[in-house]
């Protein structure tokens, strides 16, 4: 036999005899410790978006099924609702804006104007306050995602962002004023809708150049509109302080909550992952959240950026109890939107993304997960308000899984990776102590929900 053919052949037996002693890729075991608990989840969150012709929607052959798709296949359970410095205001820039009197263009310039309603933030004059905007909202996004979530028997989170991108200090600055406009917003949702926001957040992006408001102005206005509220049969919730920069998360907590009466209320430290996105800020953030007594939440990452890595991640070192990375339109794109028959298609990041939302419900509280392989396959459990356990793994590779630790039960077998997504056709049968055993065919996300 030539030297190079009895090479060969010693490589291919070689080979062989390893496959052989090697076997199977050994399955990472999982273990769940409900005993061990952490976050509460208060809802998975998208930004109700404003179009440049209001009047005109470019969305309206596929609104109903984008939104029926945004519930039934990703899971949205919040929405951000937004409202301008510039609703308070007499011009009536936001309602020709609305109507189609005023081109995008001109209002964008102006969006932020306001104009006090009188001298006495104690007296609401309502010809001051321009709702239109916020109406056009509540009814094209809101009201449309309440129905659906109610048919389902879940109830839609709102979280109202008040947004002033403008240079300087102004009159909503003043505590009482600001608690003016907040008082105002309440009763015309009340009177006009028959709900009020389950959360205010105070402030967007308070640390960017345009903005000038501090954690004291935040404090100080969190202050006065709770005790506005109260005083008039509302129920105080804020959200703060939603800055860009991570690092600003905490010097801006610590300022807000050395104003007396701002901590009370605070239901929500909300950070945005724009910048200073680091693992220890991101655990301080945690930590402080924690010892205070108050949820976290990571509000805004748009721009397809906000992937399962960074969700996970958040859940499991931010200890987050809600989560934004898109608008509402931005889960999907759109082919052939002008034609009778758009195709909507979920944006990559969204398809890995909703194997968290989907089945990670309103009310699911965060129990211990260990992994003997944690880089590989690294999971988070969560027990759902009707006691079925989720259990979500981030896998590195493709791989078996051993879960250990399940209730007796049934449960769905989902996954996305590269190559696309799958929900098994046959629910795993969890018997009486024993293990689940299932696996991933590659790098992505792997959910086993219970129902």
């Not at 390893?18 to 809802?43: H, K, M, V, Y």
């Not at 403008?166 to 917003?185: N, Q, S």
């Not at 949702?189 to 000038?212: A, C, H, Q």
């Not at 079925?388 to 630790?405: F, S």
């Amino acid at each position: 036999m030539p030297m190079t053919a009895f090479r060969h052949l010693f490589i291919c037996l070689a080979l062989a005899a390893l496959a052989q002693i090697s076997g199977p890729a050994r399955a990472a075991e999982i273990t769940l410790d409900p005993a061990t608990t952490f976050q509460t989840i208060n809802g998975w969150e998208a930004t109700a978006d404003m179009v440049d012709t209001p009047h005109t929607p470019p969305w309206v052959r596929y609104r109903e099924e984008m939104l029926d798709r945004l519930v039934s296949e990703v899971g949205i359970n919040r929405v951000r609702l937004e409202i301008r410095a510039g609703a308070e205001s007499s011009t009536g820039i936001v309602s020709d804006f609305i109507s189609g009197k005023l081109p995008y263009n001109r209002w964008k310039s102006r969006r932020y104007e306001t104009a006090n309603d009188n001298g006495d933030p104690f007296s609401i004059n309502w010809r001051g306050f321009d709702f239109a905007e916020l109406d056009w909202h509540i009814e094209n996004g809101v009201l449309p995602l309440m129905r659906r979530l109610q048919a389902r028997g879940e109830r839609l989170i709102v979280n109202l962002c008040y947004v002033a991108f403008r240079d300087g200090r102004y009159y909503h600055m003043e505590p009482e004023e600001y608690a003016e406009l907040v008082l105002a917003t309440y009763i015309h949702m009340r009177d006009t809708y028959g709900f009020v926001p389950d959360m205010w957040e105070v402030i967007l992006e308070p640390d960017l150049s345009k903005n000038s408001w501090n954690g004291t102005d935040i404090g100080r206005a969190m202050a006065a509109t709770a005790k506005r509220l109260r005083a008039n049969g509302f129920s105080p919730a804020f959200v703060a302080p939603s800055v860009t920069d991570m690092r600003n998360a905490l010097p801006y907590l610590d300022d807000i909550v050395a104003v007396p009466g701002a901590k009370e209320h605070m239901v929500e430290f909300s950070y945005h992952r724009y910048r200073g996105g680091g693992q220890k800020v991101l655990r301080d953030i945690a930590a402080r959240g924690r010892e205070l007594g108050i949820r976290t939440a990571m509000l805004e990452w748009w721009f397809g950026k906000a992937t399962y890595k960074v969700l996970h991640n958040d859940l499991k070192n931010g200890e987050v109890s809600a989560w934004q990375g898109r608008v509402i339109e931005g889960h999907y794109d759109v082919e052939n939107r002008d034609s009778a028959h758009p195709n909507l298609t979920l944006r990559p990041e969204i398809r890995y993304n909703l194997q968290y939302f989907r089945y990670i419900r309103h009310g699911a509280r965060r129990i211990g997960a260990t992994s003997d392989d944690p880089r590989n396959f690294d999971p988070l459990a969560f027990i759902n308000t009707n006691g079925k356990y989720t259990v979500v793994v981030k896998a590195e590779k493709a791989g078996p899984v051993v879960l250990h630790g399940l209730p007796p039960g049934r449960y769905k077998l989902s996954y996305a990776v590269g190559s696309g997504s799958k929900e098994l056709p046959d629910p795993a049968v969890v018997g009486t102590g024993a293990p689940l055993v299932t696996e991933i065919p590659g790098v992505g996300v792997l959910t086993i929900a219970g129902f």
